[in-house]
């Protein structure tokens, strides 16, 4: 059948849900590829169209075949009746069609998701997160944009108008969406409705009586939206009408801004993530979770809490497996403690999971865990890690040796270390010696979309029975299918996992900590189940960046020539070990490599305590210990009096330098590529033009600070991608890979990838993904593992195939082999045009379609490394502690630039997240381990005006491992930023800050403190 963008079907159609439910439709359109289309393939269309799940059965009536011109598949126009209402599907949400409810209750954001849960409006519609503007009744002036936590009640008699409703009805974009997409001024997009939102009613008060000039005070009209991934510049050039995207050749795709697939759904909030999915029958859980830091569980009763009208079931430890495992999720499950169990009879800190409750709705649910009566035995806790390693400390885990903790009795999860040299010797050498201790604290992620999951029943794509589907917001869905499949005695038929569009991860959602509680009731009640956290549990129920105790001593000849360095860590990985081994080891890697010493010494430990447990954090704990080696380095280069620049240069690891880690050479990891200098040379540069702050008030401080960073472009161990590049019946392509999308751009590069070796154009691909029943394995989108690993499996998948389709193209031409050329959309051989869908078409008859399909396979070894430097000036007000910074400037090493837009993006938003670390975010507790900032009202993260505009530099390097010389720029930005603002601030005040965050009243108390004891 010819695709034709000309036929539409009109019809009513039946749905039968396999529960029972029903749907029906009345003058449904819908495209379709042409006039001979069956009833069942309508249906099957309109199932894929609406979302639909557990679908038993679609009657197809009144069909009508209209042949007319229209734009994308956007066909929904008609009404649909469920639950006993009667629904416009032409424009859901739009010119007043929501009615809000006049009585105290729900949020407008909850009332929204609630009603479109109910079927109130039409099935698949989709209420974005973010800001949402309130319309007049009288539909002629937006009015001042309103949060989705707006409550409904004050916006009663009202309509309301959400992302959605922006295009105009034949599809075209509002001016604010199309800004947006031209300037990519999003990555994950989970943010972007708020954004898009405040200017389209920021645009629309322009000229007008309501006019208050935000528009061109950008940092005001965006004080309450928040963007945890962009680092605000490509929102603000969004806003200003500036384009970023470019359209390349077929062919000419890699290093072009070519804009992410995803963003025409982006930009009209029509982009599906984890909950934007219609599951009929869903039940919901709520946990009820512990208030002692350590206690074990004698009783519980549940009884009252079964009487509770809607809850279907109440599960404790009773229930669970006794099975242990991690949460963590890597490739080789030894890397991790096995010390958790789905649900425990023994809580180790406040906040754990006690008890699930499942119910028809989060009411009854949480009104269930209201009433779950648990009796507690308190137990000895300790919080601070020194303490936790002392004899006679409280054993949180008291485990035998097949846990895999190192030494459960003194509460050391992992630990290592390792002497090269003769430490005394290289000390006495020296000239000038120094030691400092640094202290970093707990960061939340602070993902825009919260962890969560929804488990539900389909049929088994082959043989009988059914399978569970595991629908989650995860960036390993294949390592998570592994774990549930090992956990509840599972074959691997049996578990299917899905992440859609994830709403920003930064390797917080490395860990399963949802999809096991909801596939236990699943599988206990045999309904759909999910769990979502609130913002609270995502600060006190997920997992936090590891904070850090370091202590450094150095040793130098009065040259500058290191002759002795000492790395002490002690990393508090909470109460359960996720992660805590692995990033213990991986901060004391590259740190421990990146400079020449003959004499080098690593000490550290992962510590178990009674709090909140810490997880992967982007930079997996070179960030802490590098903010610790910079400022020393800093600081030895003040004794010295040497140009810190200078000290660098003079000990950085070179080109052709063995990488020593504290394992001794890793013999899978090399200088690929190296930019480091260029990087160095970058900074300079900066120093030597940098004119800004000539224009600092009087009496401000200025300094300036540098620090650099290497990292490795993939973890150790292997990290596997399996990718299958296949020619469709259309003559365009088919991409199936399968690590996941969550902003970090690794859908475009892989479409940018096979564009150029297949000498086509990017809408010609696209790109099925992050489902494990896409490809046969993929470890995961985490470890910077995208571009250099994915990418790379994407690469051998493609390249194969355009050889595979030369080589079946001068068989069926009867043409010699090299006389054959692929174009776009056909082969040119020696004069005689085939179409791709010629060689489609033969190969599907001589049953030869595997011959127009190539694997790809890549196991992320050999490594290669990146390179990063950041430069800051920074002026302080002495009388205040206010700080400013004048320049920010970042050298990024990253081989060659797949996606320059793109990876600039990547850039500003780790420094922004970085700064965000660096200056005020901390998730603090009490001296019970207790989170006390469970809230963004009480965790201070980067807004719009906190951040500077990064100048951002790539390094003109090709890596000979990476993916057409590509290497990992994800992670690797954020690592240098704290201590080059440390160094600055050094620079400026004199003072020494060994401590994160830097507040303002922390600067303050510090310069007020010097000034008073100074001589």
């Not at 849960?117 to 519609?125: K, Q």
């Not at 982006?266 to 599906?272: I, L």
């Not at 074990?296 to 809607?310: F, K, W």
């Not at 499996?793 to 009867?814: N, W």
């Amino acid at each position: 059948m010819e695709t034709s963008e000309e036929w539409r079907v009109q019809f009513d159609a039946d749905v039968v849900f396999a529960n029972g439910g029903a749907l029906q439709t009345q003058g449904f359109r819908l495209d379709v590829p042409g006039p001979d289309i069956s009833d069942q393939e309508v249906g099957e269309l309109l199932v894929r169209h609406l979302g639909l799940l557990m679908v038993g059965e679609v009657r197809i009536s009144e069909r009508q075949l209209l042949r007319e011109p229209h734009k994308g598949s956007r066909g929904t126009a008609g009404t649909a009746r469920a639950g006993g209402r009667t629904v416009d599907l032409s424009h859901p949400i739009r010119q007043g069609m929501v009615t809000l409810p006049g009585v105290p209750g729900p949020e407008i954001g909850e009332h929204l998701s609630r009603e479109a849960s109910r079927g109130t409006y039409a099935p698949g519609t989709e209420f974005s997160i973010g800001h949402i503007a309130m319309v007049a009744n009288t539909g002629t002036y937006l009015d001042a944009p309103f949060h989705c936590i707006y409550p409904a009640v004050r916006a009663a008699g009202r309509s309301v108008t959400t992302v959605e409703g922006l295009a105009a009805r034949g599809g075209e974009l509002h001016p604010a969406q199309q800004q947006f997409l031209d300037a990519q001024g999003f990555q994950c997009g989970f943010c972007t409705a708020g954004y898009l939102m405040t200017t389209a009613a920021l645009q629309a008060e322009q000229g007008t009586v309501h006019d208050d000039g935000k528009l061109d005070d950008l940092p005001r009209a965006f004080k309450g939206n928040i963007c945890r991934c962009t680092g605000y510049r490509a929102i603000e050039d969004a806003v200003r009408g500036v384009k970023h995207t470019e359209r390349p050749e077929a062919g000419q795709a890699v290093g072009k801004s070519l804009g992410a697939p995803a963003g025409p759904l982006v930009v009209t909030g029509t982009a599906r993530y984890t909950f934007d999915v219609e599951v009929p029958g869903l039940l919901h859980m709520k946990l009820l979770r512990s208030p002692h830091p350590h206690a074990r569980i004698v009783s519980i009763d549940t009884s009252d809490a079964l009487r509770v009208p809607g809850v279907h079931a109440v599960l404790t430890h009773h229930d669970a497996p006794e099975r242990l495992y991690s949460s963590a999720r890597h490739e080789h499950p030894t890397e991790d403690p096995m010390d958790t169990r789905v649900l425990d009879d023994v809580v180790r800190f406040v906040g754990q999971r006690v008890a699930a409750v499942v119910a028809d709705s989060e009411q009854a649910a949480e009104e269930g865990c209201r009433r779950v009566v648990v009796t507690y035995e308190e137990l000895p806790y300790v919080i601070d890690p020194e303490q936790a390693m002392l004899p006679g400390a409280p054993v949180i885990h008291p485990k035998g040796p097949e846990s895999g903790i190192f030494r459960a009795e003194n509460n050391v999860c992992g630990e290592v270390h390792n002497t090269l040299g003769d430490m005394a010797k290289g000390y006495a050498e020296a000239d000038v010696v120094h030691e400092e201790t640094f202290r970093t604290q707990r960061v939340q992620h602070a993902s825009l979309e919260t962890h969560g999951s929804v488990a539900y029943f389909e049929p088994k794509e082959e043989g009988d029975g059914e399978r569970i589907t595991v629908r989650s917001s995860t960036q390993a869905p294949f390592l998570t299918r592994r774990a549930l499949c090992a956990l509840y005695d599972l074959n691997e038929d049996e578990v299917r996992v899905v992440a859609g569009r994830v709403g920003g991860g930064f390797g917080g959602k490395q860990e399963m900590l949802t999809e096991d509680i909801v596939v236990l009731a699943a599988l206990k009640l045999r309904r759909p189940v999910k769990l979502e956290f609130t913002r609270a549990e995502q600060f006190y129920g997920a997992t936090t960046r590891h904070p850090f105790k370091v202590t450094i001593k150095i040793g130098a000849k009065a040259d500058g020539t290191l002759t002795a360095l000492r790395i002490r860590v002690v990393s508090n990985t909470g109460a359960y070990g996720n992660h805590g081994p692995a990033v213990m080891f991986h901060s004391v890697g590259e740190s421990f490599a990146v400079y020449k010493a003959p004499n080098k010494e690593v000490e550290a430990y992962s510590v178990y305590t009674n709090g909140v447990p810490a997880g992967a954090f982007r930079g997996y704990g070179l960030g802490q210990v590098l903010f610790a080696l910079e400022s020393v380095m800093d600081e030895l280069a003040v004794r010295l009096g040497m140009d810190p620049l200078v000290l660098r240069e003079k000990n950085v690891i070179g080109p052709g330098d063995h990488m020593v880690t504290p394992i001794g050479h890793e013999e899978d990891l090399f200088i690929a590529s190296y930019g480091m200098k260029q990087c160095m040379e970058v900074v300079r540069k900066a120093i030597a033009e940098d004119r800004s702050h000539e224009d600092v008030p009087e009496g401000w401080l200025t300094g300036t600070g540098t620090a650099v960073a290497m990292i490795a472009t993939g973890p150790p161990g292997g990290h596997f991608a399996d990718a299958r590049v296949s020619l469709l019946r259309d003559g365009t392509y088919d991409i199936a890979v399968g690590t996941a999308e969550f902003g970090n751009g690794t859908t475009t590069v892989h479409k940018q990838i096979t564009a150029g070796a297949l000498n086509t154009t990017v809408d010609r691909l696209t790109v099925r993904q992050s489902d494990t029943d896409v490809v046969r394995h993929d470890t995961g989108a985490f470890g910077s593992a995208g571009t250099v690993v994915a990418g790379k499996a994407v690469m051998l998948a493609a390249d194969s195939l355009a050889e595979r389709l030369q080589s079946f193209a001068a068989r069926h031409t009867g043409v010699a082999r090299h006389l054959c050329k692929l174009q776009a959309e056909s082969f040119d051989c020696a004069g005689r045009v085939v179409t791709l869908k010629e060689l489609y078409e033969a190969a599907h008859d001589q049953g030869s379609l595997d011959e127009i399909a190539a694997d790809g396979h890549w196991g992320g070894s050999p490594r290669s490394v990146a390179f990063n430097a950041q430069w800051f000036r920074l002026a302080v007000d002495p009388g205040t502690g206010e700080m400013k910074i004048l320049r920010s400037v970042h050298a990024a090493d990253a081989g060659k630039v797949m996606n320059p837009m793109q990876c600039r993006g990547q850039v500003e938003g780790g420094v922004a997240q970085a700064l965000g670390a660096t200056l005020f975010e901390t998730v603090r507790v009490d001296e019970r381990g207790e989170v006390t900032t469970a809230a963004f009202r009480r965790y201070r993260l980067p807004q719009y005006a906190d951040v500077p505009r990064t100048e951002v530099h790539f390094m003109e390097t090709s890596d000979a491992i990476g993916p057409l010389g590509a290497k990992s720029m994800s992670e690797s930005p954020f690592n240098p930023v704290a201590p080059a603002f440390a160094n600055a601030l050094r620079d400026a005040t004199g003072i020494r800050f060994t401590e994160m965050p830097v507040t303002r009243d922390r600067v303050w108390a510090a310069m007020d403190e010097h000034a008073r004891t100074k001589p």
